[in-house]
């Protein structure tokens, strides 16, 4: 069984930057593809970025390319998504996910592990 846990998420300026973690503990992380996902307040979850086993793919919804990050470290069971250039519509919880398997995935419903989530709030 792997627990997640997210950090790093708070409030800041449009145009800013935050970096979220995820912490996996009772399991190795090195077995599981990592996803990012994120939820505003009466939307769908939605992808936002995904990376595969070894670290050698990786995958970005077209709304976050070039702006955020994802990278992991399989020595220290992480997984990190750097964001920068925020925007207001960026605000959402954000959920880490783990994925048994070599692939990373874009669909929520292929992760069957999932964190508590973060809250990251950008301000106009």
């Known amino acids: 069984q792997v627990q997640l846990v997210e950090s790093g998420g708070g409030l800041v300026q449009a145009g800013g930057s935050l970096r979220l973690s995820c912490a996996a503990s009772?399991?190795?992380?090195?077995?599981?593809?990592m996803g990012w996902f994120r939820q505003a307040p009466g939307t769908e979850r939605e992808f936002v970025a995904a990376?595969?086993?070894?670290?050698?793919?990786?995958y970005y919804s077209d709304s976050v390319k070039g702006r955020f990050t994802i990278s992991r470290d399989n020595a220290k069971n992480t997984v990190a998504l750097q964001m920068d250039s925020l925007k207001p519509e960026d605000t959402a919880v954000y959920y880490c996910?783990?994925?048994?398997?070599?692939?990373?995935?874009?669909?929520?419903?292929?992760?069957?592990?999932w964190g508590q989530g973060t809250q990251v709030t950008v301000s106009s």
């Open positions: 996910a783990a994925r048994s398997g070599i692939s990373a995935s874009t669909l929520s419903q292929e992760y069957g592990y």
């Open positions: 009772g399991g190795t992380n090195s077995r599981h593809a």
């Open positions: 990376i595969s086993r070894s670290g050698g793919m990786t």
